[in-house]
């Protein structure tokens, strides 16, 4: 498997792409960051939901991507917000607000990945990783 520099990314990219071809699902390869990202992804219900399969050498991670009653798009865009190039943070005061509410921003705290009104609520800051709308 390829090397890549930037993993969340590819994830982003991964997702982005198989729900604009309209694939059913898409997999990819596992790592810790990438379950917490899918978690919060399907917990706020913008992926339907998502496995993790064991094999070797490498575990992947099989996602089942979410669509309207009418093959619509649940996930307009999806953006990488902090890069490996150029990190952006934000502390609990100036957590962003994605589309005024209507979507999210996955934030990298002390306490773990959560969304940003989680982060707000609970008075973290941390990496901005990306936003979701």
């Not at 059913?24 to 939901?49: D, N, T, Y």
């Not at 094999?55 to 979410?66: A, C, E, G, R």
């Not at 994605?98 to 609520?121: F, N, Q």
């Not at 800051?125 to 979701?132: K, Q």
Request: charged share 25%; aromatic share 6%.
């Amino acid at each position: 498997m390829a090397y890549t520099t930037d993993p969340i990314a590819d994830l982003l990219t991964r997702i982005r792409n198989a729900e604009r071809a309209g694939h059913p699902s898409v997999e990819l390869a596992s790592s810790q960051l990438k379950v917490e990202i899918l978690k919060v992804l399907a917990r706020e219900g913008f992926i339907q939901g998502f496995g993790v399969v064991e094999k070797q050498p490498q575990n992947y991670v099989h996602i089942d991507l979410k669509y309207g009653p009418r093959r619509e798009h649940v996930i307009t865009n999806l953006k990488r917000i902090s890069k490996p190039g150029m990190r952006v943070y934000c502390s609990h005061q100036t957590t962003p607000r994605v589309l005024r509410g209507l979507g999210i921003a996955i934030i990298s705290t002390s306490r773990g990945i959560m969304t940003d009104r989680e982060a707000r609520k609970a008075g973290l800051g941390g990496e901005v990783l990306c936003h979701v709308w």
